[in-house]
């Protein structure tokens, strides 16, 4: 039987995994030398970090990964290659909605866990700051006028809520 904490843990390292494949895929369109690059490159860089973070998490704790991880290995690869494509201002909406979802899932496993695993609590509050650090900035970089933003930001935020609910369980 799966435990609460370990669904919370499978969940939060197939979510980072998708972040650091959707930077990967707006990189892939945007290119090194785009002006969008480097603050999106950062973004890669701290995705990476909380990655690696919950990959040893995973492991020191025997937690199962989730079996959808090929499907987020290309789904969020070409998420963040769409939205590119769509431009610069369309990438850092996806970045916007997903950091939404991030933010509130985040906050919800911090009232779950209450003081039961500080340690697991403190890297969920660093990570979600830095989340929130991402949305902000993406933010300023204008997501907001991204074509059809508020039909792309809340497609994006359903993709993200049915993500965070199969990989949960699956």
């Known amino acids: 039987m799966t435990s609460a904490k370990d669904s919370m843990i499978r969940v939060d390292q197939a979510g980072e995994y998708g972040a650091v494949r959707i930077y990967s895929g707006q990189l892939a369109v945007l290119g090194t030398s785009h002006p969008a690059a480097r603050e999106i490159s ?64 985040y906050g919800e496993q911090l009232d779950a866990l209450g003081g039961d695993d500080p340690e697991l609590s403190e890297t969920i509050t660093r990570f979600r700051a830095e989340e929130v650090e991402h949305k902000d900035k993406a933010l300023a970089a204008g997501a907001e006028d991204a074509i059809a933003y508020p039909l792309l930001s809340a497609a994006i935020r359903l993709g993200c809520r049915a993500a965070i609910a199969l990989s949960k369980r699956v």
């Open 42 to 105: 950062h973004m890669l860089a701290q995705e990476q970090v909380h990655l690696d973070r919950f990959n040893a998490v995973v492991a020191d704790r025997g937690v199962r990964p989730t079996l959808l991880q090929p499907f987020w290995h290309v789904a969020g690869f070409a998420l963040g290659a769409a939205t590119a494509l769509i431009g610069p201002k369309a990438a850092m909406a996806c970045t916007v909605a997903v950091e939404t979802e991030i933010d509130a899932h």
